[in-house]
């Protein structure tokens, strides 16, 4: 009788175990936000000493504490960022993402929560002194990014040289294969700042505005991000997050 009692109890233990392990991990999924990008873009998102860091790294970070919850990171190119969103191998995409309406046909955004635009990068003593001088010049271009598309629309005289990493366009400018790379603002002053023997060209060529982008029917977790960063806008965290990476004089929408 003991000895039955005891495997009767015993399975009760594991049947109870079973039972529990469904809800535990259910439950543990429910408080991880699963987040993609492509840490090659500094000073939005990169990695140092092995670690990922970047503004858009705390800002993920600092939304994630303000909904309660944690971030798993996935690494991924950013041509694979809106596909594999929508293919649910991750439920958010943030990496320096411009709000386009190309984009915003396939994913949701949420409300911008910086101001950006296209520039472009080229050598300090390069004749480029206007957007309109790109016209007949070889430029780099991220594939997959705004910039691919912008030119080939609005500079069909511009050879474009796309590459798959931002740091590979820097780098073509650097060596003379190509007159200018077309990026992001952010991108581009943070290079031109570090890097001696670059500038910025003054004229913008775009004014836009980075979301972050969460799947069409996940509309629930896209409200839920728009709370959190009206939360940490309203006590002061986001204001400390865009002068760490962009000091003060930096006007963010």
Known sequence: M???????????????LVAAAPGTASAQAQNVLQVATDATFPPMEFTENGQRTGFDVDMMNALAKAMGKQVQWTDIDFKGLIPGLIAHRFDIAISGIYITPERSQVVDFTQPYFAGGLVALVKADSPIKTPADLNG?????QVGTKSVNFLRDNYPKVTRVEVEKNQEMFDLVGIGRVDAAVTGKPAAFQFARTRTGFRVVDTELTKEAYGIAVRKDEPQLRDALNAALAKIKADGTYAQIVNK?????????
């Open 2 to 16: 003991k000895l039955h009692k005891l495997l009767s109890a015993a399975c009760v233990s594991v049947t109870m």
């Open 137 to 141: 010049k070889k430029v780099s271009v």
């Open 245 to 253: 990476w962009f000091g003060q004089s930096n006007s963010a929408k």
